[in-house]
């Protein structure tokens, strides 16, 4: 599947690929089509109703979302393989059934490449076991001139993720920015290929020895264009079992542990 695989570090843990982006076109109309859905409709779907993981709705201006803050200027909705399919709504169940059990297979797969490439086979095992996958599917709508002028130049604040790797099997979207170990921040051009980059959980399950990447989205001078842009999170399973020298306990305890740091 991976013969000629070319895997590229960048400083700072960000790892580009040689590997063609995949279309997000179906998951870009469900994503589409459940924003246009009246609010009522949409908050039945919330993170907190549905209550599994990450899972779920989250709007712009919310104050309790665990994925965004609300000084953030997008609507996220976080699809996974903990929950069912049934779990989501409708205007999601064709790219769940379609397209999202394949597309979890090769990140897996891609996944496990790269923690033998980076040196960290030991985490094999524990990735079989507990590693389950979701996808964040991000709206930014486009910006009023005025609001440039008055609202923060980030759309989405820095940070770290909480998965073992984040992966963006559709490419990136301009506007992407991370953050050099000198402090430094990088604003990446768009990119046509599947990059990744390692999140919290890594840096746990390596005590260190591989970083989360610090990173976030800035608008662009000029630009009010709306965005869309989609990530794959590798986090464990809530009832993970982590027996770590860090850290002991549930992936559930996890996620808080995580959420505690922000
Ligand atoms: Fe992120």
């Known amino acids: 599947m991976f013969q000629d695989l070319k895997l590229r570090l960048r400083d700072d843990g960000f790892i580009t690929t040689n590997i063609p982006a995949s279309k997000d076109s179906v998951l870009r109309t469900a994503l589409q089509r459940f924003l246009e859905l009246p609010l009522s409709e949409r908050m039945q779907y919330s993170q907190k109703k ?3 993981a990450f899972d779920g709705y989250s709007y712009m201006g919310q104050t309790d979302s665990l994925n965004q803050y609300d000084k953030d200027l997008l609507h996220s909705f ?3 393989d903990i929950s069912t399919v049934e779990t989501f709504p409708e205007t999601f169940q064709e790219y769940l059934k379609q397209e999202f059990p394949e597309q979890l297979a090769y990140i897996n797969a891609l996944e496990k490449k790269v923690l033998h490439w980076l040196g960290v086979s030991e985490l094999d095992l524990f990735y079989d076991d507990y590693i389950k996958q979701m996808v964040s599917c991000n709206y930014y709508p ?3 001139l005025t609001d440039q002028k008055t609202k923060p130049l980030d759309r989405l604040s820095f940070h ?3 998965s073992l790797f984040s992966v963006f099997l559709f490419g990136l979207e301009s ?3 991370y953050e050099k170990s000198n402090g430094k921040k990088v604003l990446q051009n768009a990119i ?4 990744l980059f390692p999140g919290c959980f890594m840096e746990l399950m390596t005590n260190g020895k591989i970083k989360a990447l610090n990173h976030g ?3 662009p001078e000029n630009s009010s264009e709306e965005r869309f842009s989609f990530a794959f999170f590798s986090i464990p399973e809530p ?3 982590i027996q770590h020298s860090s850290f002991t306990g549930s992936g559930k305890a996890y996620y808080e542990y995580y959420l505690n740091k922000f």
């Open 50 to 52: 549905l209550g599994v």
């Open 78 to 80: 976080v699809l996974s």
């Open 142 to 144: 486009a910006l009023a």
């Open 160 to 162: 770290t993720d909480v």
């Open 175 to 177: 506007g992407f920015a």
């Open 192 to 195: 046509d290929e599947v990059v």
């Open 217 to 219: 989205v800035i608008l």
């Open 239 to 241: 009832r993970a079992s």
